[in-house]
């Protein structure tokens, strides 16, 4: 695991760089960056959210296939009720503001995660979304949104489950590719690189089976001061990796 103390520690050359095909961020650390700054803890997700932006146009210009970003946890609802309030306010305004934009760029945008908690308004803004960019051809730019790992696995199973008991699936069909074929993320690849800001180094519940062989980049930086430079640096070292899959080289 590659753990990165300063941002100016981390830096790409120019032109040198094999994106993966599907980077996945943990973006953690704005209300500490609002803390640092005597400022609210919305100020910290507004600027976040502004980064949110740079990166996609930043992983559209490399070449990057899809982009998850974890947006909101299922756990996050746990947070002081102004926080959820300011953050599903927040959500709303970017779906508001951003995805004509996101459409000129032939960005598609998706999103993952139970819906049952998220508020008519909002599922009606993911809704219009999703169908405004779906017939685009670039970046795939997924939001994980009331998103767990865990339960996203138990969601699959019960689903088998329950087509084993209608006799649509022989128990013994039951393998990795079946399962995978049940969660969210059925269509889209797994991801290659997995970065998360602020220093912390765990998962949170963040694409628990889809990380079996992914590369993890921990960054000390907090999310509303990451950037391009340190995106290609990421990128940069996760060049470096011999991904072996179980096996020898």
Known sequence: MYVVKEASRISAKAGALTPPQHIAIIMDGNG?????????????HRKGAEVVRNCVRTCSSLGVNYLTLYAFSSENWKRP????RDLMGLLSHYLQ?????????NVRLRFIGGRDRLSPSILKLIAEAEEKTRQNTGLQLILALNYGGQAEIVCAAREIARKVKAGDIDPDMIDEKLFSDHLYTADIPDPDLIIRTSGEQRLSNFLLWQAAYSEFIFIDTLWPDFNEDILQGAIEEFN?????YGARP
């Open 32 to 44: 500490r960056w609002a803390k640092k700054r005597l400022l609210p803890r919305v100020a910290g």
């Open 81 to 84: 009720e102004d926080e959820v």
């Open 97 to 105: 503001n951003e995805v004509t934009e996101l459409d000129r760029q």
């Open 240 to 244: 470096k990796r011999e991904r072996r």
